[in-house]
């Protein structure tokens, strides 16, 4: 696996490096060996955050975690990596090793919270490739990426869907009615 490690509003230190490189590189095992991991370390005020994303078969694999300490966070991102690779480790073998899943590697970022008081508009966008995919592909993809939605070409209607997880633990559907 291959590994590129980089920082916002930090210095990535050799000793941060290696060991983020030696905890994600648990991993390596799960992937193809040109695999790569990307490792983002971020600071924000007192939150020490890392980002790790694992492009892989078609797939991404995603988790961000923040702690006070950046070494904590490196550890936590990976037990979140590894309990989201056991929890969904059927569906992965299934799907993947089919090859039901071909579409460009995309990520969602988090949504910023918009204050009430601010006038509405929009923040931030992001363009990706939508290829046709089953509503279950949906919902692996969208747990492999830690999101509450995912948007997708419904391969059996041919048209643009969304899936999100719903307070209750179960997921939703939105098609589109014309």
Same mark, same amino acid.
């Given at each position: 696996?291959?590994?590129?490690?980089?920082?916002?509003?930090?210095?990535?230190?050799?000793?941060?490096?290696? $060991?983020?490189?030696?905890?994600? !590189?648990?991993?390596?095992?799960?992937?193809?060996?040109?695999?790569?991991?990307?490792? =983002?370390?971020?600071?924000?005020?007192?939150?020490?955050?890392?980002?790790? =994303?694992? @492009?892989?078969? !078609?797939?991404?694999?995603?988790?961000?975690?923040?702690?006070? &300490?950046?070494?904590?966070?490196? &550890?936590?991102?990976?037990? *979140?990596?590894?309990?989201?690779? $056991?929890? %969904?480790? *059927?569906?992965?073998?299934?799907?993947?090793?089919?090859?039901?899943?071909?579409? #460009?590697?995309?990520?969602?970022?988090?949504?910023?919270?918009? &204050? #009430?008081?601010?006038?509405?508009?929009?923040? $931030?966008?992001? $363009?990706?490739?939508?290829? @046709?995919?089953?509503?279950?592909?949906?919902?692996?993809?969208? %747990?492999?990426? !830690?999101?509450?939605?995912?948007?997708?070409?419904?391969?059996?209607?041919?048209?643009? %869907?969304?899936?999100?997880?719903?307070? &209750?633990? %179960?997921? !939703?559907?939105?098609? @589109?009615?014309?």
């Amino acid at each position: 696996m291959k590994f590129i490690v980089s920082g916002k509003n930090i210095d990535v230190t050799q000793a941060l490096k290696e $060991r983020a490189i030696k905890k994600v !590189g648990k991993l390596d095992k799960f992937f193809h060996k040109d695999a790569e991991a990307h490792i =983002t370390m971020s600071v924000e005020k007192n939150r020490q955050i890392v980002e790790v =994303t694992i @492009p892989f078969n !078609g797939g991404v694999l995603r988790a961000e975690e923040e702690n006070h &300490d950046m070494y904590a966070s490196i &550890d936590k991102v990976v037990d *979140t990596l590894e309990r989201q690779m $056991r929890r %969904n480790k *059927t569906k992965i073998e299934k799907k993947f090793h089919e090859g039901a899943l071909r579409f #460009e590697n995309f990520k969602f970022g988090d949504e910023e919270d918009v &204050d #009430e008081e601010h006038e509405l508009g929009i923040v $931030r966008t992001k $363009r990706f490739a939508i290829k @046709p995919m089953t509503v279950e592909e949906a919902i692996l993809q969208m %747990n492999l990426l !830690g999101h509450q939605f995912f948007m997708f070409s419904n391969a059996d209607t041919q048209e643009s %869907n969304v899936v999100y997880r719903r307070k &209750d633990g %179960n997921y !939703g559907l939105i098609e @589109p009615e014309f």
